[in-house]
């Protein structure tokens, strides 16, 4: 059976959910960590997430990490497509998902987001204050982009839903969880990710809870 070992507040492991999701594929889903044997086993790295899968053409294949999942996905399961038509707009998409996977992840998810979830939610693990501020100013730039884009476009990357737009809600999801994202000040973005937002693949997301720390009350509310 197809396998998929993540940690359910790990954006890259959101977004390998969302794509299974969006092309009707079910998969055994098994949290885990560094350290977990079976974790071990299939990706030397112990990172996730890590994708198991008994592939059209036969045999078994473990997968990692996100950006090699989401290739796998869109060649092996091809409906309905996940990237674009053309060679641009493919090219693009690709460009998104990595601006979210290294740039977004760097400058805005690692002040905040990963210390609390790595600290049960509290963000407190290691006794050292917040970066508020400096985590608002880095979201607000990256949110002013996203307005820019999805001014001029449908979704991130275009005409239609792509991996982008999953990276996307993926990572922003984690943010909205603890209440970071500042929705008012930026409508256009808001907008797109309530498209986002309401469709069934965020469903099972917007479950997902951090034990003793409840979500942001908006978080699973598909009219914020």
């Known amino acids: 059976m197809r396998s998929l070992l993540h940690a359910s507040f790990d954006p890259a492991c959101r977004f390998v959910r969302l794509m299974l999701a969006e092309k009707g594929l079910v998969a055994r889903q098994v949290e885990t960590g560094p350290g977990d044997e079976t974790l071990a086993a299939h990706n030397p790295a112990q990172t996730v997430p890590v994708l198991i899968d008994e592939p059209p053409t036969g045999g078994e294949i473990a997968i990692a990490p996100a950006a090699a999942i989401a290739e796998y996905l869109e060649e092996a ?3 309905p497509p996940l990237m674009p038509a053309t060679s641009a707009g493919r090219a693009e998409a690709r460009r998104l998902f990595h601006w ?4 977004f992840d760097a400058e805005v998810n690692a ?4 210390k609390r979830i790595a600290g ?3 963000g407190r693990r290691w006794g050292e204050p917040e970066p508020i ?8 730039w990256h949110l002013d982009y996203l307005s820019y884009l999805v001014e001029r476009r449908a979704f991130l990357a275009g005409d239609r839903l792509t991996i982008a ?4 809600a993926a990572h922003l999801s984690v943010n909205d ?25 965020m469903r099972p997301l917007l479950a997902d809870r951090i034990d003793g720390t409840a979500p942001a ?4 509310d598909l009219d914020f």
């Open 217 to 220: 009350p908006a978080y699973a």
């Open 77 to 79: 399961y091809r409906d």
């Open 100 to 103: 979210f996977d290294g740039k």
């Open 177 to 201: 969880y603890f209440g970071l994202v500042p929705w008012a000040d930026f409508p256009d973005v808001r907008q797109w990710y309530a498209r986002l937002k309401s469709r069934p693949s």
């Open 133 to 140: 501020r400096e985590t608002a100013d880095a979201l607000a």
């Open 165 to 168: 737009d999953l990276a996307g």
């Open 120 to 122: 049960g939610g509290t």
């Open 111 to 114: 002040l905040i987001v990963r």
